[in-house]
């Protein structure tokens, strides 16, 4: 039985590309090629270039889990601890780094294993893009997976023509990354965080490492060093740059639960879908959301 409590099944769109890219070539007077960026939704994986080389940033990060120590970090004591044990080991940008590259790896090797067919020619990719269509960086935010024929659909199951999206988490290498209201559909939310579950209790790809930080925590700490650091320095900050770092509230999908930003790791990994505060209120009567029993 299904531990999903979530119900989400939105229209969405298919396309083989739709945004503001680069023109690549041309096959005939109305045929031109694009190429594009995409962002994978419902995934993230640790990041190798993110406010430069993480592997730089090891003394940032000892830094913040120094002034989280010492009271200096505008951030509650629940995620202090949490947060703690994977700043304080020294390299957690070298490990960032390192599980960004073999995430890459990893992705690569599923492009050349599912877009490769027997007779070895190449498929072709499928997109579908969700409700929202692209990200701040222009990226169009889509799921992604190998094309195949009707005919091949029929005699498939819904595991065998699995996304892209979907096989990085079963993998490990992607934490689930939920975001409404770019949510999957609720038979491919289920499939997710069945994905998700598996690859964090049996510790594969980057869960395997004790102080594995997701890409969008990592994301989240860099941006709480900037504001400590100038906290730090004495300088004036209003509410909103103090407490931005973290903005998205987080809801539990086996319980319907939402939790302040702050608290988001009081849900499991494998439970989280996120919202932005813009989207709460939508949120909270769309998805049938009600507050936690112990905030």
Known sequence: ????KIFWDPMGFQLDSLTDTRYSSLTDGDTPKVLTSIRMLSIDTPETHYMGNPSNHDPKLTQLADWIMEGKSPVNEGLAQHLLPKLATGSAGTLQKTQGEAAKKVFEGLIEEKLTKSNGKKRNVFLWAADEHYDQYGRLLAYVSPYYTPK???SMSLGQRATFNLLMVESG????FPIYPSLPKHVDLEMLHRAAREAFEKKKGAWAEEHYVPGYEYRMCMKLYEVTKKLTAGKTSTSKEKYGWVERFCV?????EIFYPQNYYKVKPYNRIFIWPEHVTEAVGRLNLTPPLDE
Do not use: I
């Open 252 to 256: 539990d999908m086996t319980t319907r």
């Open 152 to 154: 091949e659909r029929d």
């Open 1 to 4: 039985m299904s531990q999903v």
């Open 173 to 176: 290498w992607a934490a689930s």
